[in-house]
């Protein structure tokens, strides 16, 4: 079967933020534009699928898969996937572009069931046979459809700031997902949630000291297990992930402040300013003082 390429103007508006809602109401095919559902393909944006009705079987890069009602799953981007089978399937598929949330929205990131469900659930789920999956029961998909249905009753209408409204929407359903996956009362999802641990604290506790035993405590895991998932997840090993994380912080400071950069490097949790400005001028091509006067 021939892979397509979703197209992202199908979904996303030209100017504006890149997040969409489409839904499938039983077996009938194209129900929407550039509906895919049952044709194998890919796109460079993520899709969070929350199946709200009937089953079926989802096949993800090689891998089949049975779902029901209740469940939810992510498809990041560049993943193949397509139904093989419907039986009566309702669902809604929230589209965005994760580069996207990562560059304006960090702060999802201090939230451990996000970074469990979101980040670290993808990359697991062929060995957890999708077990790590999320589940949630009818008393709590009442709430969601009701956060589900609002999202696309603002999606139907063409007004004005509606891309504004359905980010605040997808944003409150991530946070409603987020904490239900804390809720999992399974052994692989814990495991997954010690992780999301380790980058919450990273996140809300960069100036503290850390070290990669101090680390692999948190995550109950051995550095040599750790490092190589962390590392395939966020693109960096635990410690260059928290330098990055000082330097975001130091850049915004320079903007936002006119700190020495002394004060700025020590406020961030770098033990000097030198090898402060050394790592900044490794990330930006700029020194902390270039950097400020070019903004």
Not at 116 to 141: Q, V
Request: aromatic share 10%; net charge neutral.
């Amino acid at each position: 079967m021939k892979t397509v390429i979703a197209n992202r103007s199908d979904f996303f508006p030209e100017d504006g933020c890149p997040v969409a809602l489409r839904t499938i109401q039983g077996d009938q095919h194209i129900q929407h534009e550039g509906d895919l559902t049952d044709i194998r393909h890919t796109h460079d944006f993520s899709e969070l699928i929350i199946i709200t009705a009937g089953d079926g079987t989802h096949w993800i890069n090689g891998e089949s898969y049975c779902v029901r009602a209740g469940d939810i799953f992510l498809i990041q981007g560049n993943t193949e996937h397509y139904f093989e089978k419907r039986c009566r399937l309702g669902m809604f598929n929230i589209m965005f572009d994760d580069s996207y949330l990562r560059e304006h929205l960090r702060s999802l990131r201090s939230l451990p069931g996000f970074n469990a469900f979101f980040l670290f659930e993808p990359t697991y789920r062929r060995s957890h046979k999708f077990k790590s999956h999320l589940h949630i029961s009818p008393e709590a998909m009442r709430p969601l459809m009701t956060l589900l249905q609002n999202m696309a009753e603002e999606a139907s209408q063409q007004r004005p700031g509606r891309d504004l409204l359905l980010l605040a929407k997808a944003l409150e359903i991530f946070v409603f997902i987020s904490r239900e996956y804390t809720r999992e009362h399974n052994p692989m999802v814990t495991t997954l949630c010690r992780l999301g641990d380790v980058i919450s604290m990273l996140e809300n506790n960069y100036t503290e000291h850390w070290t990669i035993s101090r680390i692999s405590r948190i995550a109950s895991m051995a550095p040599s297990t750790l490092l190589p998932v962390f590392r395939k997840v966020t693109g960096y090993s635990p410690i260059d992930y928290l330098i990055q994380l000082r330097l975001a912080k130091g850049a915004e400071l320079l903007l936002k402040t006119e700190m020495a950069v002394s004060e700025i490097a020590l406020k961030c949790g770098f033990p000097d300013s030198n090898y402060f400005s050394r790592q900044f001028r490794k990330r930006y091509n700029l020194s902390p003082k270039e950097y400020r006067a070019q903004q």
